[in-house]
């Protein structure tokens, strides 16, 4: 195996061996299996998703075949096979270039490839029958090189795949299947058989042999053979091997480490599982464009060929989208299909839309697979395509791929908001259901979110979406309260914090009546036993009211991050609580007890709404006496919440907070005012880091 030179051209839309070795190109050497293959000839058929190197594949068994050995320096079937480099007659059916629009196109087009191959070799076909004419080639040849004929063909599915859009397009891949068993018929005929050496036949679907193959019986599917689940496609050590010096280059060139690049172009375009075995693969086009251009962001895979038929096929039939996740399939169920009775599952995998993603053998029964979206750029791409065909959305609307980055930083509230514009975009149909809806909201936030799963779809869509130091759980249903989709989590993460959030979506009015959301805190971050003896501690009192519970979950959440932190740098802040006080109170009067260890304090952060609390007043006040007398607290911070408060809960305590309000203003004392748990972080976040760059 040779290892490029750094400046080795990409081989992007590049599918002729020859121009690939000529110009010095980066080839990704697979003739060991090749080799492993062309060993034993025989009728071999493989199986994998479009632009996924299968040409190139072909266009290496014609130069290996044809003796051209200049080709193959350096690489492995050169240095350590002995493989006879002699010339073979190669015919090549490449549909790519044949006419599939209907079944007389399709005659036409295998006549004008019959008389190509004959053509190379001097051969005039005298048959005017597409079946005797082929037959004819296969002889003529081996009376004129004495050799055995290899026969290559390329994409043999094209003029059934091209015709599934509707009705009467698979009338004519019906149509056009018959011209297909007829020809390939020919094969199994007692004079033309035997003069076949190998014959290698390539696609994105199996149709039943019965369909187009009905007397090859001894065609050998490699599609699912564990020994070539990467002889089309690039391993993580292919990509290592081949391509290290473009990563150099980007990461040069962008100021970019290169394991993030690495880490990027895995999450986005690795994941294509083709066995039983758990290797998976990296899909060449995107790869290549990506390291071409720089960007890992792209979906070059998805945009060279927009699956419109499988999509309208998908809306047709009304899928539920969810259903894949739960779907479980034996290898004859997903890997072969008629286009008279398309199993949706089978041609997204069979497309690549769709990946193996686990396995269950068990000795008493046949194997079982589960599957998934294969990498990000499948999953962002398709369920976003789905969304938009499915909800009737005629103007491009990128707002969802929001969804992400609000909830990875927090802002909830933000999320929600474009989830609400999102569901405004869709008309307001009489025929769209809870299940509908449910549908919608799974397409949404799975296609925003990749790393993400479906935990239950029973009467609403409970999505738990992964970052990593977070999870959230978000609820959606037309049938349940919010509140009553905040139930116990099974699942716990320990060190990541778990939103959990129930949304009621209001089916008659087409809108979000009501979310909530409740936050559970992960074990709270301690110092190392081995940090205990030099880290500086900080201690921070935080006192509020009931009301204001949410916010003090929070806060909790944010020092547990801060501290993760704060520990690298020997630091740490013990956040005090009066909930944690509790368990260590004796005897005396509680709020006595609570004074003194907020005085022992370096900083008191005091939140205020609508109710003062029972204390809360009063802690504060002996804070900021204390402050002023130079003792400790040596920090304070009065928070108050701007929001729209009921007549109902205006209170004694209510007018108590604004003149608190306007008392701490008047003697000019920090304060700060929030509108969102977002944004009070934010502000307590900048204030903390100050203080801790002196300590």
Same mark, same amino acid.
């Given at each position: ?20 070795? *000529? ?12 080799? &492993? ?23 290496? +068994? ?63 076909? =005298? ?74 036949? *390539? ?26 689940? *990467? ?33 990027? #172009? ?25 390291? /071409? ?5 792209? !979906? ?5 060929? *927009?699956?419109?038929?499988? #999509? ?11 259903? %894949? ?68 959305? =005629? ?13 990875? @930083? !927090? ?14 975009? #869709? ?17 949404? #936030? ?16 409970? $999505? ?10 978000? !609820? ?18 320990? @060190? ?23 936050? +559970? %805190?992960?074990?709270?971050?301690? $110092? ?8 500086? $501690? ?7 009211? @009931? ?59 005091? +939140? ?39 007549? &109902?809960?205006?209170?004694?305590? /209510? ?8 008392? %701490? =203003?008047?003697?000019?004392?920090? /304060? ?24």
């Amino acid at each position: 195996m040779i290892k490029p030179k750094k400046t080795a051209l990409l081989p992007i839309n590049k599918f002729d061996f020859e121009e690939i070795r *000529t110009k010095e190109m980066i080839y990704v050497d697979k003739t060991e299996l090749i080799y &492993q293959m062309i060993s034993m000839p025989d009728n071999y058929f493989l199986s994998r998703p479009r632009r996924f190197g299968k040409s190139l594949f072909v266009s290496v +068994l014609k130069h290996l075949y044809k003796g051209h050995r200049h080709y193959f320096r350096g690489l492995w079937i050169d240095k350590y096979a002995d493989w006879e480099w002699k010339e073979w007659p190669v015919v090549i059916f490449d549909f790519n270039r044949i006419s599939n629009a209907d079944a007389e196109a399709l005659t036409r087009g295998f006549k004008s490839a019959l008389n190509r191959n004959a053509n190379k070799y001097d051969v005039k076909l =005298q048959e005017f029958d597409i079946k005797e004419q082929f037959g004819e080639l296969i002889s003529k040849l081996y009376e004129k090189t004495k050799s055995k004929i290899i026969i290559l063909v390329d994409e043999y599915d094209k003029p059934i795949i091209d015709h599934l859009s509707d009705e009467n397009e698979i009338k004519i891949a019906n149509a056009n299947r018959m011209v297909m068993k007829e020809f390939f018929g020919v094969l199994k005929d007692s004079d033309t058989g035997p003069l076949v050496e190998l014959l290698f036949i *390539t696609g994105v679907s199996k149709f039943s042999q019965v369909s187009i193959f009905p007397d090859l019986n001894t065609l050998t599917d490699l599609s699912m053979n564990e020994k070539y689940a *990467t002889v089309l496609g690039y391993t993580e050590q292919e990509i290592d091997w081949y391509f290290t010096g473009w990563i150099d280059k980007w990461s040069i060139e962008k100021n970019i480490d290169p394991k993030m690049i690495r880490e990027k #172009i895995k999450e986005r375009y690795n994941g294509f599982r083709f066995s039983k075995s758990n290797v998976k693969v990296y899909n060449p086009i995107s790869v290549l464009r990506a390291l /071409y251009e720089q960007d890992y962001k792209s !979906n070059y895979w998805f945009i060279t060929a *927009t699956p419109t038929f499988l #999509i309208n096929l998908l809306a047709k039939d009304n899928f539920n989208i969810p259903d %894949i996740e739960k779907a479980r399939m034996i290898d004859t169920d997903f890997h072969s299909f008629d286009p008279d009775n398309i199993h949706l599952v089978a041609l997204m995998v069979q497309t690549g839309y769709l990946t193996i993603n686990d396995v269950y053998d068990h000795d008493e029964s046949p194997v079982l697979y589960s599957f998934d979206f294969p990498n990000v750029e499948v999953k962002e791409s398709f369920l976003k395509l789905l969304m938009d065909k499915l909800g009737d959305i =005629q103007k491009y609307n990128p707002d969802h791929y929001f969804i992400q980055t609000d909830l990875r @930083n !927090n802002r909830l509230e933000m999320a929600i908001k474009t989830i609400e514009k999102i569901f405004s975009l #869709i008309p307001k149909l009489d025929f769209h259901n809870a299940a509908f809806f449910h549908n919608f909201f799974y397409m949404m #936030i799975r296609s925003a979110c990749p790393f993400s799963r479906t935990l239950d779809t029973n009467d609403k869509m409970s $999505i738990l979406i992964d970052f990593k130091d977070k999870q959230y759980v978000l !609820n959606f249903s037309c049938v349940f309260s919010a509140e009553e989709m905040l139930l116990p989590i099974n699942e716990k993460v320990q @060190n990541k914090e778990v939103y959990q959030v129930g949304i009621h979506f209001d089916l008659k009015h087409k809108i979000i009546s009501e979310w909530k959301r409740e936050i +559970l %805190i992960p074990e709270a971050v301690l $110092i190392p036993e081995e940090q205990k003896s030099s880290v500086k $501690i900080f201690k921070l009192f935080l006192a509020s009211a @009931n009301d204001l519970a949410e916010e003090r979950k929070e806060i909790t959440l944010w020092i547990n991050r801060k501290n993760k932190i704060f520990l690298k740098n020997n630091k740490f802040v013990d956040l005090v609580l009066w909930e944690d006080l509790l368990h260590s109170f004796q005897g005396k009067r509680i709020q006595d007890y609570f004074n003194s260890e907020m005085l022992d304090c370096h900083v008191v952060i005091a +939140l205020f709404y609508s109710k003062v609390g029972e204390f809360t007043k009063e802690e504060f006040e002996l804070a900021y006496e204390n402050l002023k007398a130079g003792k400790k607290p040596y920090y304070l911070f009065a928070a108050f919440k701007n929001a729209q408060i009921s007549i &109902q809960d205006i209170s004694k305590d /209510y007018f108590q907070i604004m003149q608190l309000r306007e008392q %701490i =203003q008047e003697d000019e004392q920090l /304060y700060l005012t929030f509108d969102s748990m977002e944004s009070l972080i934010l502000k307590l976040d900048a204030q903390l880091e100050k203080i801790m760059e002196k300590i």
